[in-house]
Nanobody
Framework: QVQLVESGGGLVQAGGSLRLSCAVS????????MGWYRQAPGKQRELVATINSGDNTNYADSVKGRFTISRDNAKNTVYLQMNSLNPEDTAVYYCNAEVWRRIVGTREYWGQGTQVTVSS
């Protein structure tokens, strides 16, 4: 069993900041890439940012320069620091992790989602 537990969402005014966290737990596992996705009402889920095991990062154009993804391998946790938030960032944010587990192999897992609402 692999669990992804997200935290840090909430309501913030435009121009404000939030930090999302996602902790991965399991047994006999290794985390490869991790990332954050978001889904706004009436829209498809979209990539926000990813970070691989070599700490190489990738960002959606809409968040470049405002969001920063990072990971703490000792804590099996990925973070998303979001600055200069605007109402277009309002969405449910989902954590994603590519996890290798003994016997099971490599699979992709998702968190339950955390709501981020930015008021104008």
């Amino acid at each position: 069993q692999v669990q992804l537990v997200e935290s840090g969402g909430g309501l913030v005014q435009a121009g404000g900041s939030l930090r999302l966290s996602c902790a991965v737990s399991s047994s006999s596992f290794r985390i490869n890439a991790m990332g954050w996705y978001r889904q706004a009402p009436g829209k498809q889920r979209e990539l926000v940012a990813t970070i691989n095991s070599g700490d190489n990062t990738n960002y959606a154009d809409s968040v470049k320069g405002r969001f920063t993804i990072s990971r703490d391998n000792a804590k099996n946790t990925v973070y998303l620091q979001m600055n200069s938030l605007n109402p277009e960032d309002t969405a449910v944010y989902y954590c994603n992790a590519e996890v290798w587990r003994r016997i099971v192999g490599t699979r992709e897992y998702w968190g339950q989602g955390t709501q981020v609402t930015v008021s104008s």
